[in-house]
């Protein structure tokens, strides 16, 4: 059973288009992370959101606490945004429960 | 900005020699997690530790792994003896409430 679950699984874009990345959880949460993780690199953290929504430069990331649903989007995609997104939420026992990614490719 | 310091970067090492993985988290940062990744699976937590104390360890295989926290601030994974099974990226990350999950550039372990 996966407390987290994103989609799609893998994704690949031309340059400029707007991609979306979606995750989903059963888990009670005091927040949602989104992280990113380049080929053999370490993780980063995008946002931390517990309602509503953030953005960071073409960045946005909303969250919808009563259907339990998060989205990732990135507008203006470039391939310097080809990562894994990976979606993990913080439970109430402050651990953390991650989604399998999702492998983005954008091409020129 | 702070980060989360790992050492060593690469480790290589033949199966049933110990290994040793050393992590120091952000200051401040009271909870400390150990992570295991596989290479296209999301993070699969070993261990966490509240200060000095293990939150959860359920995951952890007891009969060859070990973690400590000695003085609540850095921390030390230890595989006795490696499997080849234990080839992957091990990721330590660390937080405090409300602040977001921060990840050292973890070990890649090879084991022959």
């Known amino acids: 059973k996966n407390e987290v679950e994103q989609s799609p699984q893998n994704l690949t874009a031309q340059e400029g288009e707007f991609i979306t990345i979606n995750c989903s959880y059963s888990v009670g949460i005091s927040a949602l992370h989104w992280l990113q993780q380049h080929p053999g690199g370490g993780i980063v953290s995008l946002f931390m959101l517990s309602s509503g929504k953030k953005k960071h430069g073409r960045l946005i990331a909303t969250i919808n606490i009563q259907e339990k649903h998060s989205s990732l989007h990135i507008t203006a995609s470039h391939p310097r945004d080809s990562a894994v997104y990976i979606c993990?939420?913080?439970?109430?026992?402050?651990?953390?429960?991650f989604g399998t990614g999702t492998s983005l490719t954008v091409i020129p | 900005e702070a980060e989360v310091a790992q050492s060593p970067r690469y480790k290589i090492t033949e199966k049933s020699q110990a290994v040793a993985f050393w992590c120091d988290p952000i200051?401040?940062?009271?909870?400390l997690y150990w992570y295991r990744q596989i290479l296209g699976q999301g993070p699969e937590l070993l261990v966490q530790?509240?200060?000095?104390?293990?939150?959860?360890d359920s995951q952890l295989p007891k009969d060859r792994f070990s973690a400590e926290r000695l003085k609540g601030v850095d921390s030390t994974l230890k595989i006795q003896p490696a499997e080849l099974g234990d080839s992957a990226m091990y990721l330590c990350a660390s937080s405090s409430l409300n602040s977001p999950l921060h990840f050292g550039n973890g070990t890649r372990l090879t084991v022959t």
């Open positions: 530790f509240q200060d000095e104390s293990v939150v959860d």
């Open positions: 993990a939420v913080r439970g109430t026992g402050n651990q953390f429960y």
């Open positions: 200051s401040g940062h009271a909870t």
